[in-house]
């Protein structure tokens, strides 16, 4: 038996019959073929190493699968298996009869279709690929049947497909096969419930694409051919065929609870995705998967960047984030209005931004309200730098790096910056706030800040109409008869609703309190530094452009209808530093300051 000659001899015989065995197809010849004539003649095995069917596993080479990990016990089809060892790769060699009798592939693919056997089966093997793909084994294992059907369905497929009898599917034939089982598998999942809605879509999409002649399915073939031309010779034997259909292995690593995981190659897994799939045994529950994540370092300054809210009157809040070098940014979200643009926040999209200076933990977010058409105000000594910071980014945003300013303009239109000074006072045009039945302005107020830093501070004002103060005693009839006379018995104000500082050293209430305190019901003021009074701290609060608590402290007190919005605390204080140093100093917080930590 181990000799060619006799080999040969044995498959002239055969051919003798190759009419009648296309035609009959007798299991027994079948059967005498594969355990026979397979393993001795393409896998360089002869009859005598072939085990008994209770000795028999299955064989894998791993060689050219590093995904592969190790054997699967679960065996789909034993009697194609043998017990050489793994290190040895399969050899194929080709059939004397595809050389005596060769056949034009092109034709025989297209002028004979599989018999109606072949077809269930290949249908039943597609079936059997997506319930795999869909992490569901036992559905495979049902479809698939018992051992005798699982062999019965690899065989009849191979032999539909193996139009050159020659034992191996070579690639123009193995190309085919996995052309229609891989059309087969899309329509399955095109016509089922089983996987997701977004997997049936992209099927139904697939089948319409493959029926104006794109090549979808083709590379979806491409990659069940992947997954089974273990030995990437571009051929596919029954073996390799066989093997297909029991994909999920054994992985070498185990859980720290000793169980085993179990794991699909690289290349199922490639097909599951490209199928918009995902195997059981590679997801996990969505819950499982957002717990990954979770809150870092909350309360730690620079780290925690939690947007904090307070209500300064009914209808009207401040919404932002402020520490010292890391980001400030003060939202009056229901009037459309920011101070600063340290950050942005998605659902906040103002229509005014007010830059107090051009520090970068100020101005990160300026883009951002830029490009949403936001009109913005800054110190009139950095305005033309503000507009070129804009440009430039607008240049790096949209990736061309040749584009001139002119061209940036004539595509993104202008930016809207306004440059402001000390004293100026600028009613907002309509379009620049919203959320106020009154006219709105911005008072400018110089803010001392570092040398050489120009800096302003905002107040934001409602224009009201009031009585004049010489008619404000009369009774309502006289105050008619004035009006009927023409006489202009009301005068316009300006009712301060809140100022903020920004950057800035407490010498701005020392020389403007009387500008600032009596007419603005919220102050939002800068604390950077805690500490005892001294000269020291004076001295280097000052040098660095900024206050410290002690100087604020009178103020404070002195002004009890005034909220005082504490920001902008330097990073080295902790929220719990913060509040030690007003207990331990001061027995607790004024009731008229809130501390924005």
């Known amino acids: ?216 399915i083709e590379r979806i073939a491409s990659k069940l051919l992947l997954m089974a031309d273990t030995d990437v010779d571009g051929k596919i034997s029954i073996i390799e065929l066989a093997n297909l259909f029991d994909v999920v292995r054994s992985a070498q690593a185990e859980t720290t609870t000793g169980e085993v995981l179990q794991t699909f190659p690289q290349p199922l897994r490639a097909l599951a995705g490209s199928l918009q799939l995902l195997p059981k045994k590679e997801g996990r529950n969505v819950t499982e998967a957002a717990s990954k994540t979770s809150n870092y370092n909350v309360g730690v300054p620079g780290d925690d960047h939690t947007l904090r809210r307070v209500e300064i009157e009914k209808g009207l809040s401040i919404v932002g984030l402020g520490r010292s070098a890391d980001a400030s940014t003060y939202f009056l979200p229901e009037i459309g209005i920011v101070f600063d643009a340290g950050i942005h926040v998605k659902s906040i999209r103002p229509k005014t931004v007010l830059l107090t200076h051009g520090h970068r933990d100020h101005i990160g977010a300026l883009p951002v309200h830029a490009q949403s058409g936001a009109k913005i105000m800054a110190p009139d000594a950095i305005s033309p730098l503000v507009r070129r910071f804009l440009l430039a980014e607008a240049q790096l945003n949209y990736g061309d790096a040749t584009q001139t300013d002119e061209e940036t303009i004539a595509a993104l239109g202008e930016f809207d910056v306004q440059g402001v000074r000390d004293l100026d006072e600028v009613m907002l045009p309509r379009e620049c706030y919203m959320g106020s039945p009154t006219p ?70 020392r020389e403007r309190w009387r500008e600032i305190l009596p007419k603005y019901k919220v102050v939002i003021h800068e604390v950077t530094f805690l500490g005892q009074p001294s000269t020291e701290l004076d001295e280097s609060t000052k040098l660095k452009g900024h206050t410290h608590y002690a100087q604020l402290h009178a103020w404070i007190c002195a002004f009890p209808e005034t909220t005082f919005v504490l920001v902008h605390w330097s990073l080295r204080y902790s929220r719990q530093d913060v509040l030690d140093f007003f207990d331990e100093n001061y027995g607790g917080v004024p009731s008229n300051v809130v501390l924005w930590i």
């Open 440 to 509: 709105l302005g911005v008072q400018v107020f110089k803010a001392p800040h570092k040398d050489g830093v120009p800096a302003v501070s905002y107040g934001l004002y409602r224009v009201k109409n009031r009585l004049k103060i010489e008619y404000q005693a009369l009774p309502k009839n006289e105050l008619g008869a004035l009006i009927k006379n023409d006489v202009q018995i009301t005068e316009s104000y300006n009712d301060g609703i809140i100022l903020y500082t920004g950057d800035t050293q407490i010498d701005l209430l």
């Open 1 to 216: 038996v181990r000799s060619w000659k006799y080999v040969a001899k044995m498959v002239t015989t055969i051919n003798k019959y190759r009419h009648e065995r296309r035609r009959m197809r007798p299991y027994t010849l079948t059967v005498f073929t594969l355990n026979l004539l397979l393993p001795t003649l393409y896998h360089a095995w002869s009859p005598s190493h072939i085990p008994s069917q209770l000795q028999r596993r299955r064989f894998f080479s791993t060689d050219n699968d590093p995904h592969a990990t190790s054997s699967s016990p679960r065996s789909i089809i034993a009697i194609f298996s043998s017990s050489s060892s793994n290190n040895v790769a399969p050899q194929h060699i080709h059939h004397p009869t595809f050389e005596s009798h060769p056949v034009k592939i092109e034709t025989a693919l297209t002028s004979s279709a599989p018999t109606p056997e072949a077809e269930r089966a290949l249908a039943s093997l597609a079936a059997t690929t997506l319930a795999l793909l869909s992490g569901d084994e036992e559905a495979a294992e049902t479809l698939s049947g018992d051992a005798a059907q699982k062999r019965e369905l690899i065989h009849q497929t191979f032999t539909a497909y193996d139009v050159c009898e020659s034992g191996t599917l070579d690639a123009e034939e193995a190309r085919s096969l996995f052309i229609d089982l891989a059309r087969s598998i899309i329509t399955e999942i095109a016509n089922s419930t089983s996987g997701g809605e977004v997997a049936r879509s992209h099927a139904k999409r697939v089948l319409a694409q493959d029926e104006k002649g794109t090549n979808t």
